[in-house]
């Protein structure tokens, strides 16, 4: 039986390198295009913007924190990043309530206004994990005065928590916009 000798390529032979390093650096770059194709940018805030804005989180959207007068807090001005080709943009509370009980109702209550067309959209989903369900999933229309609004849910199963996602529909020229003020939640005792 013949034998069948493998030779390994010379130690000066760069070829296999440069073929390596051009695979590495092609599947760098997909996943790079890949990324930037399919995510949201995260916006990051500036200390002192984060704690007035708190607990919301801009989904495509720049906040501004506009003061309310001494002691009154702030508001949430949310406008549309111009970079982002999404199609809508907003804030998020990705906790409003953590570990409500089951069997429990709430009362999600805000002062909503806003400019331009669309809108607003407002969901409150229990999660745990991957998994969600979205109890309140509504529109409220679009006004330059206050409004306020109150949300009822109850819990059905056990969550790990409840969070709030207010959004409006990125509308071109993008002068839309939308402002949040007195988030409040609270259990209704049974």
Same mark, same amino acid.
């Given at each position: $039986?013949?034998?069948?000798?493998?030779?390994?390529? =010379?130690?000066? +032979?760069?070829?296999?390198?440069?073929?390596? %390093?051009?695979?590495?650096?092609?599947?760098?770059?997909?996943?790079?295009? %890949? *990324?930037?194709?399919?995510?949201?940018?995260?916006?990051?805030?500036?200390?002192?913007?984060?704690?007035?804005?708190? #607990?919301?989180?801009?989904?495509?959207?720049?906040? %501004?924190?506009?003061?309310? @007068?001494?002691? &009154?807090?702030?508001? !949430?001005?949310?406008? #549309?990043?111009?970079?982002?080709?999404?199609?809508?943009? /907003?804030?998020?509370? +990705?906790?409003? !309530?953590?570990?409500?009980?089951?069997?429990?109702?709430?009362?999600?209550?805000?002062?909503?206004?806003?400019?331009?067309? /669309?809108?607003?959209?407002?969901?409150? =989903?229990? *999660?745990? @994990?991957?998994?969600? &369900?979205?109890? !309140?999933?509504?529109? !409220?229309?679009?006004? #330059?005065?206050?409004?306020?609004?109150?949300? /009822?849910?109850?819990?059905?199963?056990?969550?790990?928590?409840?969070? $709030? *996602?207010?959004? &409006?529909?990125?509308?071109?020229?993008?002068?839309?916009?939308?402002?949040?003020? +007195?988030?409040?939640?609270?259990?209704?005792?049974?």
């Amino acid at each position: $039986m013949p034998t069948r000798t493998l030779s390994l390529p =010379n130690t000066n +032979d760069t070829r296999l390198f440069l073929a390596g %390093a051009l695979a590495l650096l092609a599947l760098v770059v997909y996943l790079a295009v %890949a *990324f930037a194709n399919t995510s949201v940018p995260v916006t990051v805030l500036a200390p002192s913007l984060a704690s007035k804005v708190a #607990p919301w989180t801009p989904y495509a959207a720049k906040f %501004a924190a506009i003061p309310r @007068g001494k002691a &009154r807090g702030y508001i !949430v001005r949310a406008t #549309p990043l111009r970079s982002v080709h999404k199609t809508s943009y /907003g804030a998020l509370v +990705d906790t409003l !309530v953590l570990h409500p009980k089951p069997h429990t109702g709430y009362l999600v209550s805000l002062w909503l206004r806003g400019a331009g067309p /669309g809108p607003i959209s407002v969901e409150l =989903n229990e *999660f745990r @994990g991957r998994v969600s &369900r979205y109890p !309140v999933k509504t529109t !409220v229309p679009v006004t #330059p005065h206050w409004h306020h609004y109150t949300f /009822g849910l109850t819990v059905k199963g056990n969550w790990l928590g409840i969070a $709030m *996602f207010v959004s &409006r529909p990125v509308a071109p020229p993008s002068r839309s916009w939308f402002e949040i003020r +007195d988030l409040g939640a609270s259990s209704l005792k049974g």
